[in-house]
C-alpha cells in the first residue's frame, strides 16, 4: 500500500481542498488594481506641478518683486489657509467621495496659476492680488492632497500597503527630481510668469487623467451636518494617540523644512552666486536618493517596524542639516559651498524614505477605516502646518541671518525628534473612542 493512503482511504476533505496560493506583493501587482494606474498618473503629474510650484513661485517673487518676505508669505498664503480648514475637507471627503473633489483642486490649480501668469505678463499684477490668489488655491489643495491618501487604503489591499506607500513617497520624490530643476529651468529661460502659465498646463493633464474615474464604495460615519462631522474628525483625531503625536513632532521638522525652502534658493543665489538652475539640481538631488530609499524600504514588512523607522532618521537629518551652516556663513567657496549644500540634501532625501513609509502605514493601521477621509485631512493639515509658518519665518530669518535661520532649522529638527521619540506608541494602543454611535455608519459611494 502506498505510504501517502490511509486504512480508510483518501481524506475527502483534504482531497477538496484547493491549495492556497500566495498573495501576489509585487509592485506589479498595484498596475492590476482597476483605475488605480489612471489614478496614479494623475497623482503623479499634479505632484511633479505641485513640486514646480513650489520653486517658482518663490523664485518669481524675489523676481517680481525683490522681497524675501513677499516670498515667504506667497508661501504661507498658499498652504496655511487649507490646513485651517482641513477638518472641513476631510467631512467632504468621506460625505461626497474622493476622486470628484481631486478633480476641482487641479482644475482651481490650472486657473490660478494661469491667472498669477498672465496678469503678471500684463504688469497687473499688485503684490495683494498675488496674496490673494494664493489663499485661493490653498483652499482646495487639501482636497487633492488628503483624497488620494486616503484613496489608498481603500482600493489596495493590505497586503500592498507598503508597495502603495511606497509608490505614494516616491510620487513626491519624483516630482523632487523632476519638479524644482524644471522648474528653475523654466524661470531662467522664459522668466517666472512664463513659468507658471507652463506649470498650470501640468494640473490641466493631471485633471484629464482623473475625469471618469469613479470612487470606490467605501464605509463613513456622518450625522448629517458637515460642521459637526467636521467637528467630530478634529475630536477622533485628537484622541487617536498615534496621530497626535505624529501631529507635534512632524509639524515641528516641518518648520525647519520650510525655513529651508526659502534661505536656500537665497543661499545659492546670494551666498554662492550660483543661478536658478543650481537651486532647482540641489532640491532636485534629494528626491534622487529619496526615490533610491523610499523603493528599497517599501519592499520590507513596517508591521512592529514603523516606530524605529520614524525616529532613527528623524535623529539623522539634524547633523545632515547642519552641513549648511558653513555654506551659508560664507565660509566655503562656491565649489565646496556648492558640494555640502549636494550632500546635505542627498542624505536629507534618503532618510525622507523610510520615515514616509513608517508615518503613512502606521497612519492606516491605526486609523478606523470609516473615519479615514476626516481622520487623514486633520492629520495631514496638522503635520504639515509647520512648512507655512517655516516658510514666513525662514523669509525674516533669511533677511536677518542666514547661518541663524540654518540653526534655527537644525534646533527644531533635534525637537521634532524627541517629540517623536517620547509621543509616537511604540504599539499599536488600541482601538480610538469615536465621538459619534456605529449606528451612524453607512456605506457611501461618491
Known amino acids: 500500500m502506498p505510504a501517502t493512503s490511509s486504512p480508510s482511504g483518501p481524506d475527502p476533505a483534504k482531497a477538496k481542498a484547493p491549495a492556497r496560493r500566495p498573495l501576489d506583493g509585487s509592485y506589479r501587482a498595484l498596475l492590476r488594481i482597476p483605475t488605480l494606474p489612471r ?54 471627503l468621506d460625505r461626497h467621495g474622493r476622486t470628484r473633489l481631486i478633480l476641482l483642486d487641479y482644475a482651481l490649480q490650472l486657473v490660478a496659476l494661469s491667472l498669477i501668469g498672465g496678469l503678471a505678463l500684463a504688469h497687473a499684477l499688485p503684490a495683494t492680488v498675488l496674496v490673494l490668489i494664493a489663499v485661493s488655491t490653498s483652499f482646495t489643495a487639501i482636497l487633492s492632497h488628503t483624497g488620494l491618501r486616503s484613496l489608498f487604503p481603500i482600493l489596495v489591499p493590505k497586503h500592498l500597503w507598503e508597495r502603495v506607500n511606497a509608490v505614494d513617497s516616491n510620487g513626491y520624490v519624483v516630482a523632487t527630481i523632476v519638479g524644482p530643476p524644471l522648474a528653475a529651468g523654466l524661470v531662467a529661460v522664459l522668466g517666472g510668469a512664463a513659468a507658471l502659465i507652463a506649470i498650470a498646463a501640468a494640473f490641466g493633464l493631471a485633471a484629464m487623467a482623473m475625469i471618469g474615474v469613479p470612487d470606490p464604495e467605501s464605509e463613513t460615519v456622518s450625522t448629517g ?14 484622541r487617536n494617540r498615534t496621530l497626535r503625536a505624529l501631529a507635534f513632532s512632524i509639524t515641528v521638522l516641518n518648520v525647519a523644512y520650510g525655513i529651508m525652502t526659502i534661505a536656500l ?66 565660509a566655503t567657496g562656491p565649489m565646496i559651498g556648492f558640494v555640502l549644500l549636494c550632500a546635505s540634501w542627498l542624505v536629507l532625501g534618503f532618510l525622507n524614505g523610510p520615515m514616509d513609509i513608517a508615518m503613512f502605514t502606521v497612519r492606516q493601521r491605526r486609523t478606523d477605516p470609516a473615519w479615514m477621509g476626516r481622520a487623514f485631512a486633520v492629520s495631514m493639515g496638522a503635520n504639515f502646518m509647520g512648512f507655512p509658518f517655516g516658510a514666513a519665518i525662514g523669509g525674516t530669518l533669511a533677511a536677518v541671518s542666514l547661518p541663524g535661520s540654518v540653526l534655527v532649522g537644525f534646533g527644531l529638527l533635534l525637537v521634532g525628534a524627541v517629540l517623536a521619540t517620547t509621543m509616537v506608541p511604540r504599539t499599536d494602543p488600541g482601538p480610538t473612542p469615536t465621538p459619534t454611535s456605529d449606528r451612524a455608519r453607512k456605506k457611501s459611494t461618491g
Open 265 to 330: 534658493p537665497l543661499i545659492v543665489l546670494d551666498v554662492l552666486h550660483g543661478g536658478e538652475l543650481a537651486v532647482g539640481l540641489v532640491f532636485g538631488l534629494s528626491g534622487v536618493s529619496g526615490m533610491v530609499s523610499a523603493l528599497a524600504f517599501g519592499r520590507l514588512d513596517s508591521r512592529d517596524r514603523e516606530w524605529r523607522m520614524l525616529v532613527l532618521p528623524m535623529f539623522a537629518m539634524a547633523p545632515a542639516y547642519l552641513l549648511m551652516l558653513p555654506v551659508a556663513a560664507g
Open 225 to 238: 451636518s458637515l460642521l459637526l462631522d467636521s467637528w467630530h474628525g478634529v475630536v477622533y483625531w485628537w
Open 39 to 92: 489614478i496614479l498618473l494623475a497623482m503623479q503629474l499634479a505632484r511633479i506641478a505641485q513640486s514646480m510650484v513650489g520653486v517658482a513661485i518663490v523664485l518669481f517673487t524675489l523676481q517680481e518683486y525683490r522681497s524675501p518676505q513677499l516670498a515667504g508669505i506667497v508661501t504661507f498664503a498658499a498652504v496655511f489657509p487649507g490646513l485651517v480648514v482641513s477638518p472641513i475637507a476631510g467631512a467632504l
